[in-house]
């Protein structure tokens, strides 16, 4: 009893117990002294050994276990009948603890007692006694009359051995101690127990805390399962060192649903700071037994809790750690590394056994990623969850690659976030490989190039993590994608090989046999191809010292063969091919000439082979022109290309040769008469030296061309050239860039050398030719467009070699050349209008043979429009051709080309002569480099300031004109629509002959990245600012002065449709710029806030430095809304508008959205004319006014009230107005575009009610109400919309109002039928309002139906039966909702005549009458009745309608 009031105090005072522990401590060393030496049964006379060896047991010393003789429930029974007939009991009982007590001081004894007994194997007991016995202490405590002072005596021991190391005496006593007090048959004061065993683990170390807690579920009876749970939730709380222990408990017990969701949500909070070791068994506790309803909330809750970046950071600090120690603690790091790094990998073990055995796991968790809005709430987690269910779960594979095909456009999952998880959990990824590669594979068939892109980032991570296995692995598929000929993943792959190859080319040279094979594979592959796949042979061959001379051999091989074909695409590819190996071999031996000098032989060896390789190609090219003008030109993009990094030895050659030939082919000296025949007498022209001494030179372009042209037809100018290379002007300009490439890596970038020939004239004829060419011959005429072509083209390679000069006579000259550009355009044009089915010479080399050379005949000629009748006949086959077209492409994608060419045809249009447009001819013009709109840093020079100012400072004013601006920004909005703009989000090209075509013209551009093209860009938005400040101006100024009278007397026609054009492509610069999908990654987000502060600058100069960027985005917002009233039409209106919601995406906030909808409606409501008064109309103006249109309707706040706005006042003024009128209110809405308006409302409308959610029988009355209204609103406008078709009849708004009437009524089924079901009863006038006014909209789309079935018109009828169909079923779903409220005696029977669109009755069939009855109905009465004979109604099925439907009509 003493030692039971002891322990008592000690559970009451914890410090009192540890107190004490020093002494107990040194009781137990005291006591290892009498521990028995030698093995045998106990003998002495104390009661309990007498008792014990009467009942069965003999209990030993030493290390021998305590012998058992009879059954342990005989045992038990035998030894309680002795105490309980004992003459001293109940003292005996006392007297028998106190000898167990004595007895277990003794370790070796105490140790025996707690360790099963070992039977005895006599002849007697052989079978009574089983194999296993329990200890004799657990025996013990199975007997009742023992059990409470047993197990008093083992928890005053336990503290014996709170510091006792494991392995001292051989036994974990602590653990022994509390093993018997597992699974007894009978706990007479179970609660009591486990309090002290609590109580105990509150004082007691943590190894015996863990032993404890984890055998308590074993311990506990059924009814205290709940409170212990919850005492050691809380205990989770205040001590996470218990974590493990203290969840695998409750992993063991059976708990109801709350308190599970208690326990799991104490152990989620915990998430975040528990020890890495420890994570592994928290989630996987959190994940056992979720519900499926739970499953969701309980993933989210997890997913947010759980980052990843706690278990990076252990890895980087011992990382870091172990540089700073010796090498045997390294060791110790690494090891400790590693065991980290296994910790998880145990963790995604977890996981992936929960998703694999855990029914609704996987689907929960790519639910809890989806509903994931913000970019920056998605983790490395994410993504390796999603790759682990991929690998995992079969069945979940499409879902996971829609989810990321969904998220990876939006930025949620980045590349940074790919780049993190293979950096930081390899080791985990790595098991995922094959799923890695199935949706890399998958990724690159994708149209959206992110997801492509992402595609391609996985493929190269996966190549630098991971083994040789996999590097085998990721080669063959992107060898498997080249040879496939698809050209998006041809050019992707290549890229990333292109990478790897620059990146890691020793890893990738051991799989250069795949590499190799491509070769097979040529055919299919385009010339930027070529040149990207003998890039990537060429640095495999030659990047080490033991060259790999089996790839040189083979690629030597392949060359030679390529070159000596006549056929033309061979030899191209032969050329492009060797050039690049030449520039890989060039590089190769610059490095080397700069690591080692002793490797001289070696590099002599290189340069010999690379003499001899370019001679072959030149000697292979010396008969074909278009092959030596390819050959140039790849010579000259090797240059370019590596900067610098060409061996001296190369340069010189390669320039030797080209001056040499450039002089002696096209350059001659100016004399007064050129000797020889020509087509055209020949005339210097083009001077810009003021000079014209003998010393001038000039470009021998016709008598070169003539000769050329005439020798065509001569058998003995081939013979003469036989053996020599032939000299075509199609080299002239190939020969020159590659002059002027290598004159500038000569002399560091001085044009000194060949200046001379920016000023220099042409050998060209008199081009005074308006009205004279239609007098010419054919081949007259065709010799001068080519004349014309080859001046433009030298031009166009003048300006590109000379526009970064900062002399200002140079720049002038340059400007002076842009001047002769549009003007020989314009000559151009009206020379090929006369020359049809002419075909072009060829300008670009390194592109595939066009199948189709654009021809006169296709391009289509452009006539100054006849006045009169002829004009109005015209005018409304364009309004016919306007609706057709509106039909058709109802998305309004305008072609940017349409709005080009106003510089170029202004002057024809007036003077009546043909001409042609020459956007389709860019495959037949140079290419200009990036470098020349740094002319745009030029100001603006307009006719007006030319006037005043020609006499005194034109001379020393370098500006640029308004013509050669137009036609730089055309050619650099192209130039960022075809780099910065996804193929996949332009309109698909036609069959083949787009995707062939896509890149020509593009050859210099497509070899710069789009992070190079738009750094270009944003370096030049502050002279594009000063530019369409300008035109802002300009604009202002003449609305002023004309007193905003568009086609007043001061309005210069000529001036306006090209500064309107300069307007126009401004806009569009700043649009295609700011939409480049690249702005929204992080490497870029530097890029984007310095064009965003250009922009803002702007407003507030010098105010921008540290404005946040959503400051810099409004900023910029408001810079670019300050254009809205200057803009000169519609068009420039539309892209404004289009800008403005491009800068408001990033992010969007509500008044942005309100701004541009203000500014979507305020252009709606504005008129637009051309310069002429005549106001805009045309297809590109339909579309442009949809594509409006649809922006003002998508950003305004009410929807319904916008259509219902314009329904009821724009279109009632129109029907009102003239038959060329239009509505005052709305000025864009005439009748040519009252489809356009018309097809808007429908599909806005409809799209409108679709979002409207549908209705809950929890919802509040005034939630319900406030649906019911928005649904009347909604029915309101469409009932007004469908009865404008019987004014407005055309066959494209009957086919809009068919198409979308039958979508309405299907929401209305769908999402506001549920909602009257439940209104009914409370608000039921509303309803019948609403259900009458959409009857009337139901009985008209019933008279389009029969207005179809009469005019017998395919393209409506098509639409009719799944109308009629939607028709009848609102008949039904109306009477069931009425059923439903026990109204059906308001429905009943009526006859649906078929009427027309005016509502005048069909009498071409019988029609059956049917008494309308006397009967009043609470709701319109409705009728699934047929006409007889009628083939429109038996077929369609059914209409609803009013027995007195005649009057009513």
Known sequence: ????????????????????????????????????????????????????????????????????????????????????????????????????????????????????????????????????CESLIKLLLGIETLQPAVITLLLEKLPEFFFDTVGTFGTNFPRLIVNQFKWLDKILDSKDLVMKLMQMVSVSPAPIQHDIITSLPEILEDSQQSEFAREVSQLLKRDTRLTVPILDALSNLDLDAELLAEVRQSAMIIVPAVKLEDLPVVIKFILHNIKAVDAVEVISALRKNLDLSSCILPLQILSSQSKLKSQPQMSSSTSQESSSQNCVKLLFDVIKLAVRFQKGISEAWIKAIENTVSVSDHKVLDLIILLLIHTTNTKSRKQIERVLRNKIPLGCVPEQLLQSAFRNHSVVIKDFFPSILSLAQTFLHSADPCVVSFGSCMYKQAFSAFDSYCQQEVVSALVTHICGGNDAEVDISLDVLTDLVTLHTSSLIRYATFVKNILDYTEKLNPQQIRKLFYILGELAFSQRQEDSYIQDDMHMVIRKWLSSTVPKYKQMGIIGAITVAGSMAAKRSKEDRCSLERTQQSEEHCRQLSILLDLVSYCCEQSPEALALYYDELANLIEKQKGNLDSQILERIGKSVVEDFSNDFVVDLTPVVDGVHLFPVKSLFNLDEDESQGTIVINLLPLLSQNWLGKSDDEMATRNQGKKIVSPECLCPSFRLLRLYTTEQHNGSMEEIDALLGCPLYLTDLEIEGKVDSLAKQEREFLCSLLFHALNWFREVVNAFCQQQDLEMKGKVLTRLQNITELQ?????????????????????????????????????????????????????????????????????????????????????????????????????????????????????????????????????????????FLLDDLCQKLEHILIPPAAKRAPFLKQGKACRNIGFSHLCQRSSQEVAQCAVELLKPLCNHMENMHNYFQALITENKEVVDGPRVNIQEHQLLSSCYQQLLQVFRLLFAWSGFSQRENSDLLRSALKVLADRLKPGETEFLLLEDLISESFHYLLNFQHSVPNFQCALTLTQLLIVIAEKPVASWKKDKIASL?????????????????????????????????????????????????????????????????????????????????????????????????????????????????????????????????????????CLKYGRLFVEAFLKLAMPLLDYSFKKHREDVQSLLKTLQLSTRQLHHMCGHSKIHQDLGLTNHVPLLKKSLEQFVYRVKAMLAFNHCQEAFWVGILKNRDLQGEEILSQDSEENDPGEGVSQLPREDPAEEEGDISGSEGGSEHNDDDEETSE
């Open 1 to 132: 009893m003493v030692s039971k009031r002891k322990l008592s105090k000690s559970d009451a005072h914890g410090d009192s117990l540890i107190a004490e522990l020093p002494q107990t401590k040194k009781s137990r060393i005291s006591c290892m002294e009498k521990t028995s030496a030698e093995d045998g049964p106990v003998e002495n006379d104390s009661i309990f050994v007498k008792l014990i060896k009467t009942a069965g047991i003999t209990l030993n010393a030493g290390e021998r276990q305590n012998d058992i003789a009879v059954d342990q429930a005989t045992f038990q029974k035998k030894l309680c009948q002795i105490l309980r007939k004992h003459p001293f009991y109940p003292h005996v009982v006392q007297e028998f603890v106190s000898g167990l007590e004595t007895h277990i001081k003794d370790r070796d004894q105490f140790r025996n007692c707690l360790l099963p007994c070992a039977p005895v194997r006599g002849e007697v007991t052989r079978n009574l006694v089983h194999s296993y």
């Open 826 to 966: 314009n000559m151009l044009g009206k020379c090929l209008a006369a020359s049809p089915g002419y075909v072009l010479p060829p300008a670009i080399f390194d592109c595939e043979a066009l199948e189709a050379a654009p021809t006169v005949n296709a391009v289509g000629l452009v006539k100054k429009k006849k006045t009169g009748k002829k004009q109005k006949s015209e005018g409304s086959k364009d309004s016919s051709a306007d609706q057709s077209q509106m039909e058709e492409n109802p998305e309004g994608n305008q072609s940017e080309a349409e709005t080009t060419q106003l510089e170029k045809d202004t002057t024809e249009k007036k003077s009546g002569i043909p001409f042609v447009q020459l956007q389709s001819y860019r495959a037949f013009f140079r290419e200009l480099d990036l470098e020349v709109f740094t002319i745009l840093h030029c100001g603006l020079l307009t006719k007006s300031i030319l006037d005043s100012e020609m006499q005194t400072e034109a001379r020393e004013i370098v500006q640029l004109g308004p013509a050669e601006l137009v």
């Open 1160 to 1296: 979507a409606k305020q252009f709606l409501c504005q008129s637009w004319m051309h310069p002429s008064g005549m106001r805009e109309k045309g297809s590109q103006f339909s579309d442009a006014l949809h594509t409006l249109l649809c922006v003002y309707m998508e950003h305004t706040d009410n929807i319904l009230k916008a259509v219902e706005d314009i329904s009821s006042v724009g279109v009632p003024e129109l029907i009102n107005s003239a038959n060329d009128g239009y509505s005052s209110t709305y000025p864009t809405l005439t009748r040519q575009t009252f489809p356009v308006f018309f097809q808007v409302m429908m599909a806005q409308l409809e799209n409108s009610v679709r979002s409207i959610p549908v209705v809950k029988p929890s919802d509040s009355s005034e939630v319900q109400l406030e649906k019911l209204l928005h649904w009347n609103m909604a029915v309101r406008d469409f009932h007004i919309l469908v009865n404008l078709v019987k004014v407005f009849d055309s066959r494209p708004v009957l086919s809009v």
